[in-house]
């Protein structure tokens, strides 16, 4: 990867002095569900860095959140072995002929670690020793001091940094500014590691796309999507949306009652259906599949939306069907264009997945086309769906797969990736080389 696609105020990995240095490194290794690895693809793109560390003789200290263990209520972190960082030290020890150790600290089950005191000397002894090569913390998330506001978050931090030399944050998915994310590139010198260059890189090609530029985007809430929607909209050549996000644009600008769409929803949309109305990008789904149910496929009937007119009251409508994939406008903007974005799910999988299915393989067909595709659930259904054309992705130059959906989304919505705060971190001159 070239450098000077880079802001040139951003530190880089192969800039720093780490050499026999401790390095803290950031990492998105949030891959565990139920204890389980389903897929191993964002440990296996952070090796690069951990290569790029093991070749300058570093000594890497790695840290990852795994789920969302803290209870925002009542402050209770959930420290059980479903969101354990082990399968991913199993994982890397199967993966790499090295000796990797996750300390042993003080770990309350319901309230996390608070206490870290010296319990974990002996092991940062003999990561500097080469006794050995790897130490992974527990989950970053169950230390009390990660998420919070007050002292307990400057005594975190004073502990974490003094643990390591040199801070890369790899992880540029975790874009909330926590005390792994933000707080220690301020406490140590900093840098961007290699997976977080390349997704800056990419998202600036959603930013600043070769066209004809088709952004395909759904979701099943309305306003988290919004922000980005905008912005997405004032980019974009031609737009398609799935999922309630479609759901909620119909039922504003076709003046119909759908099922699950909800007031509120509807008032955020007016914007976006004005906007549509001067600029007409947003392309009609025109066949629809609409059941009774989201539970389970009862009553099931494809509907068009012809059908759709002010006063009418419809059930869910649950996904797109495959037939809409022959209409002309789309079958046009899929094929001619030279920029796709994808973050969505078209429909309520696993019940209803054709749509999806159906559309992941239509984009697939345009070779030329750079494709971007955002977000876990999109990821997730494309590796279930299309195992094929996923394995393809990984190794194509067609294809990139974002770590992140929330982080990608943020980063489009402030119209810059450097507007994120870990990001902007990275940037600051308060430790620069």
């Given at each position: ?24 490194l950031?990492?998105d ?25 093991a ?9 990852t959140?795994?789920g ?8 209770r ?5 479903e ?31 608070k ?48 643990l ?8 540029i998915?975790?874009?909330r ?36 530029f ?6 099943s809430?309305?306003?988290t ?17 799935g ?26 949309a007016?914007?976006l259906v ?11 789904i ?21 059908d759709?007119?002010?006063?009418k009251s419809?059930s ?19 094929k001619?264009a ?15 997945s ?7 393989r ?13 977000g ?9 769906l ?13 294809y990139?797969?974002?770590t ?5 989304l943020?980063?489009?919505?402030k ?15 308060l430790?620069?080389?």
């Amino acid at each position: 990867m070239r450098e000077d696609r880079l802001n040139p105020r951003l530190r880089l990995i192969q800039n720093m002095d780490i050499e026999n240095k401790v390095i803290l490194l950031r990492v998105d290794h949030n891959v565990v569900k139920k204890g389980i690895i389903k897929d191993p693809y964002r440990i296996d793109i952070s090796l690069k860095t951990l290569y790029h560390i093991a070749s300058r003789c570093g000594r890497p200290i790695l840290m990852t959140h795994v789920g969302r263990p803290r209870d925002k209520k009542s402050g209770r972190i959930r420290c059980r072995d479903e969101n354990s960082v082990a399968p991913v030290v199993d994982y890397l020890r199967r993966k790499l002929p090295i000796r990797i150790e996750i300390p042993e600290l003080p770990i309350d089950s319901d309230w996390g670690i608070k206490e870290t005191g010296d319990s974990i000397t002996e092991s940062i002894w003999k990561l500097r020793s080469g006794e050995i090569h790897m130490l992974y913390l527990p989950n970053i998330r169950w230390f009390q001091g990660e998420e919070a506001r007050d002292e307990e978050r400057n005594r975190f931090l004073r502990w974490l940094s003094s643990l390591g030399e040199v801070f890369v944050n790899d992880a540029i998915s975790a874009w909330r500014p926590h005390v792994s994310t933000y707080d220690i590139a301020k406490a140590l010198p900093s840098c961007a590691g290699f997976q977080m260059q390349e997704e800056i890189v990419n998202i600036e090609k959603v930013l600043e796309p070769q066209r004809p530029f088709l952004a395909i985007v759904a979701g099943s809430k309305y306003d988290t999507k919004i922000g980005p929607l905008k912005e997405l909209y004032m980019r974009a050549d031609h737009i398609l949306l799935g999922g309630v996000i479609y759901n909620v644009f119909l039922s504003v600008r076709n003046g119909v009652h759908i099922d699950g769409v909800s007031d509120e929803d509807r008032e955020l949309a007016k914007e976006l259906v004005e906007l549509d109305k001067k600029h007409g990008k947003i392309i009609d789904i025109p066949y629809l599949v609409e059941s009774r149910s989201l539970e389970e496929r009862r009553d099931v009937k494809t509907i068009s939306i012809r059908d759709m007119k002010d006063g009418k009251s419809f059930s869910y409508i649950l996904d797109m069907s495959p037939l809409s994939l022959e209409n002309e406008r789309i079958r046009d903007a899929i094929k001619s264009a030279k920029t796709i974005f994808v973050n969505a799910v078209m429909g309520l999988t696993p019940l209803f997945s054709e749509g999806t299915k159906s559309l992941y393989r239509k984009v697939a067909e345009n070779h030329k086309a750079q494709k971007l595709l955002a977000g876990g659930d999109t990821l997730q259904e494309l590796r279930k769906l299309c195992p094929d054309i996923y394995l393809h992705g990984m190794e194509s130059d067609q294809y990139y797969y974002f770590t992140g959906g929330g982080s990608i989304l943020t980063a489009i919505e402030k119209g810059d990736p450097y507007e994120l705060e870990p990001v902007k971190a990275l940037m600051e001159d308060l430790y620069a080389t």
